[in-house]
């Protein structure tokens, strides 16, 4: 895997320092945002969550957004990634943004991954390496370069990057992210600026 430098603009600082993103995020989608104007065609997006690619997604044709579980009046369709109800080469790419590790049958969305996927079709991995426990509604696992290029032996793998370094993860642990925090948390603590500047 190659390392992708760090990419950081005043923008993304602003981002970072006003509480909209953690430091991780705002690295990874500066990273990955690239990546998401290269797609065409059909696009699905497993686990969406609340940050929206499409936007980016400029060349796709469609892009639908899912969620295993997204509320009411809500953009995103419901899907279980791991029984996608959709047939078989259906979609030109597929995108999975830091959601794999939440799924404990990884498995089985990589197979159903490459069977809605067409011929010469795209799949957009993200998956966190070192990085604290989140629970969206639970975290199963980290993968290493050796698990990943094992797991996806079927695909063909165009690029492997890794994003980051040892201070974006010293940052991370550091910052204490606002949504790693327990439901009964309520607001900034008084430290939580200074961390984030260190």
């Not at 899912?66 to 109800?85: C, F, G, H, L, M």
């Not at 069977?115 to 079709?121: N, Q, S, V």
Request: glycine fraction near 6%; charge should be positive.
């Amino acid at each position: 895997a190659k390392q992708v430098p760090m990419r950081f603009g005043v923008k993304d600082l602003l981002r970072y320092l006003s509480y909209k993103s953690i430091l991780a995020r705002v690295v990874h989608d500066r990273s990955v945002v690239p990546l998401l104007g290269r797609l065409t065609g059909k696009v699905l997006e497993l686990g969406a969550g609340n940050h929206d690619y499409s936007i980016y997604a400029c060349n796709a044709s469609q892009y639908v957004r899912s969620d295993y579980n997204p509320p009411v009046k809500d953009a995103r369709i419901k899907i279980d990634a791991t029984n996608i109800n959709f047939p078989d080469s259906s979609f030109n790419a597929v995108v999975c943004m830091s959601a794999l590790e939440h799924i404990e049958n990884f498995g089985a969305v990589l197979d159903e991954v490459h069977r809605i996927l067409k011929p010469g079709g795209r799949f957009l991995l993200c998956v966190p390496w070192v990085f604290p426990f989140h629970g969206a509604p639970d975290d199963y696992y980290r993968f290493s370069a050796s698990s990943l290029r094992r797991n996806l032996s079927r695909y063909e793998i165009e690029e492997f990057e890794a994003v980051g370094n040892y201070w974006l993860t010293q940052a991370v642990f550091l910052q204490r992210p606002r949504w790693s925090r327990r439901k009964d948390a309520t607001g900034a603590k008084f430290y939580d600026p200074i961390l984030r500047l260190l």
